[in-house]
């Protein structure tokens, strides 16, 4: 089956520090997606991605749509604390009858350093 | 608040009974989607509807699941003879049928977690 590989899988920041993790797929994607999470809700939305190529932002987000259409990465710069949480990618494939469901990576957990 | 909204957030159950979660979606979003989320995972898909039609089910929605949107609003999702293997956080999502590119946006409600003991 389909498999997102997810990294980092964790790391830790300082505040002001910029923060990159990616994501790569085994099959085409139409959609590339980014969300965060936080302990107990429901994740949220950060940036959309459709077309390979693409680069995106949203504040200090910024999100590329890989040119294979296998991956995807998001970049935060100038962290601060309200940044931690653990970080989505998603992808949705366009064939087939699974054009509907995102499939997710494992998550990137991002910390504040001690 | 125009959101996604699950209910309840929190469900404790014992081995063997039945449980029954609710999503509300979006209210113009004609696309709602069950995920199930354990620890240290992502989430993963389970079934969703167009309207009141269910087009796809994953095969991880074993025969005591069983998902309905009857009026193309809400969704209920039910699980019968709970185990202990269910325990999870059930989320759901909504979105536009995606004719348009930007419609392939998914939105996630607050998820239901549940414990079964």
């Known amino acids: 089956g389909q498999q997102l590989n997810q990294s980092p899988q964790s790391m830790f920041i300082q505040e002001g520090e910029d923060v990159s993790m990616n994501c790569t797929s085994s099959s085409i994607f139409n959609t590339w997606l980014w969300y965060k999470q936080d302990p107990g809700e429901g994740p949220v939305l950060l940036i959309a991605?459709?077309?390979?190529?693409e680069l995106t932002s949203n504040g200090r987000l910024t999100a590329q749509f890989g040119i294979t259409r296998k991956d995807s990465f998001l970049n935060i710069s100038a962290s601060i604390p309200s940044d931690v949480g653990i970080y989505f990618c998603?992808?949705?494939?366009?064939?087939?009858?699974?054009?509907?469901?995102?499939?997710f990576g494992k998550g990137t957990k991002l910390s504040v350093k001690p | 608040d125009t959101g996604v909204s699950q209910n309840p957030r929190h469900k404790i159950t014992k081995r063997g009974q039945n449980v029954t979660f609710r999503c509300d979606p979006i209210?113009?979003?004609?696309?709602l989607y069950w995920y199930r989320q354990t620890l240290g995972q992502g989430p993963e898909f389970l079934t969703y509807?167009?309207?009141?039609?269910?087009?796809?089910k994953s095969r991880l929605l074993s025969d005591r699941f069983s998902a309905e949107r009857p009026k193309g609003s809400f969704s209920t999702l039910e699980i019968q003879r709970t185990e202990q293997g269910d325990s999870a956080m059930y989320l759901c999502a909504s979105s536009l049928a995606p004719r348009l590119a930007g419609e392939r946006e998914q939105f996630f409600g607050p998820g239901t977690r549940l414990t079964v003991l």
């Open positions: 209210s113009e979003h004609n696309r």
């Open positions: 998603a992808g949705q494939t366009p064939y087939g009858g699974s054009q509907g469901n995102l499939i």
């Open positions: 991605l459709y077309k390979a190529g």
């Open positions: 509807f167009q309207n009141e039609a269910q087009l796809e």
